[in-house]
């Protein structure tokens, strides 16, 4: 494995999370201008893992363009780092607050089921998912069962998620545990073998 460029890897984390807050700005900008509520941070991760996975150079926004280019390099093991610092900053500037939401039985059932999602990804591909794409297939996975009643959840997952989803604290308070979690489970393997997106 290649030597890590740590002063490196920490700015490219900072200015991807610049362009996320970036991304979430524009995003409800474009929301107020059509008289809708803000996004929620974990709808804001969502959006993004769908632009990127829709990604056309033609017809995709510079920023969304960005975004992707500098996600494609950037190891597995730093997408941990790079979430808490959005969710951290999320949550600053929004809310004006650091604290986090006691653990309720959603966030803990919302956290278990980005994990056994985690592990479902590992078995399949043999690799360690990006924890990005492990909450943006949730997250589908969830609003398809509100919206159209299809989804492999349970009931109660689904509920989990609706339940995290519509609550801004209880949604720090799973992502946080679920990178948490994630970093435990999966951190030491990402750290030796440099996996990237």
Do not use: W
């Amino acid at each position: 494995m290649a030597k890590v460029n740590y002063s490196e890897v920490q700015n490219r984390v900072l200015h991807l999370s610049d362009l996320m807050d970036d991304f979430v700005d524009a995003v409800e900008q474009d929301m107020r201008e059509k008289n809708m509520t803000n996004t929620q941070c974990i709808l804001s991760i969502y959006m993004l893992g769908n632009y990127l996975n829709n990604i056309d150079s033609e017809s995709s926004s510079p920023l969304v363009i960005d975004i992707a280019k500098d996600l494609k390099g950037l190891q597995i093991y730093y997408h941990i780092e790079l979430l808490r610092s959005f969710i951290s900053r999320y949550y600053g500037t929004r809310f004006d607050t650091t604290e986090t939401a006691p653990i309720s039985a959603a966030s803990l059932g919302f956290k278990d089921l980005l994990m056994r999602e985690s592990q479902n990804f590992l078995n399949i591909t043999k690799l360690v998912p990006s924890p990005l794409e492990i909450i943006y297939l949730c997250v589908g996975s969830i609003l398809s069962q509100l919206q159209h009643g299809a989804s492999e959840l349970t009931q109660a997952e689904v509920e989990n998620g609706r339940q995290v989803i519509s609550s801004a604290r209880e949604q720090k308070r799973a992502l946080l545990d679920y990178l948490e979690a994630f970093e435990k489970a999966y951190g030491d393997q990402l750290k030796t073998d440099g996996s990237v997106q």
